[in-house]
């Protein structure tokens, strides 16, 4: 497991440490104490995951509009 600062980490490191944490859970051999340290952990680097997700959104909705005059379209995807 990835340690360090969660607000400096890139998506990918987020994403991947929260990937080992869920994996941690999933096994099941952890005392009550060690699970929700784990827990509490993951629920940071899912709102860190989101937070990066949102101001990218923000930063395609803004190249499309100063691309595109003000037309605004959601970002899809797939």
């Known amino acids: 497991m990835m340690s360090g600062n969660t607000e ?3 998506f990918e490191e987020s994403l991947k440490t929260l ?7 999933e096994n099941g ?3 009550l104490d060690k699970a929700l340290e784990i827990y509490e952990r993951a629920i940071v680097l ?4 989101r937070k990066i997700l949102d101001e990218c959104d923000r ?3 803004k190249l499309i509009e100063t691309s595109e005059g003000s037309k605004k379209e959601d970002l ?3």
């Open 8 to 10: 400096e980490m890139t």
């Open 19 to 25: 990937e080992q944490l869920v994996n941690e859970l």
């Open 29 to 31: 051999n952890l005392d």
């Open 46 to 49: 899912r709102d860190r995951c």
């Open 59 to 61: 930063k395609v909705q």
């Open 76 to 78: 899809v995807i797939e």
